[in-house]
Nanobody
Framework: QLVESGGGSVQAGGSLNLSCTTS????????LGWFRQVPGKEREGVAI???????RYIDSVKGRITISQDSAKAWLYLRMDSLALEDTGMYYC???????????????????WGQGTQVTVS
């Protein structure tokens, strides 16, 4: 089960740290990701991290957002700085028992999803 936390309301330019518990999964190869969705729009991938630590980001968040795992690989994090209005949305963590498709990743690659945590930037 994936459970997100850390969402909230923040002013533009501020920071938030999202967390997602990923314990209970024992795959040696996997892909973890953060996605976000605004009502009326399709869910958008934000960042992914492979089991070997390789990361990918969408262009709009590069340099502002960092995806990472703890050393025990029980938590997935999303550090968000310099938040902008367009970062508002429900943020979901997701997991796949397969390695990431690093050059063509999408939500269809992920089998397990959390319930989401709301991020509101004003």
């Amino acid at each position: 089960q994936l459970v997100e936390s850390g969402g909230g309301s923040v002013q533009a330019g501020g920071s938030l740290n999202l967390s997602c518990t990923t314990s209970g999964y024992t795959w040696s190869a996997y892909c973890l990701g953060w996605f976000r969705q605004v009502p009326g729009k399709e869910r958008e991938g934000v960042a992914i991290v492979d089991s070997d630590g390789t990361t990918r980001y969408i262009d709009s968040v590069k340099g502002r957002i960092t995806i990472s795992q703890d050393s025990a690989k029980a938590w997935l994090y999303l550090r968000m700085d310099s938040l902008a209005l367009e970062d508002t949305g429900m943020y979901y963590c997701a997991m796949s028992p397969l390695e990431c498709y690093l050059d063509s990743w999408s939500e269809d690659d992920f089998k397990y999803w959390g319930q989401g945590t709301q991020v509101t930037v004003s």
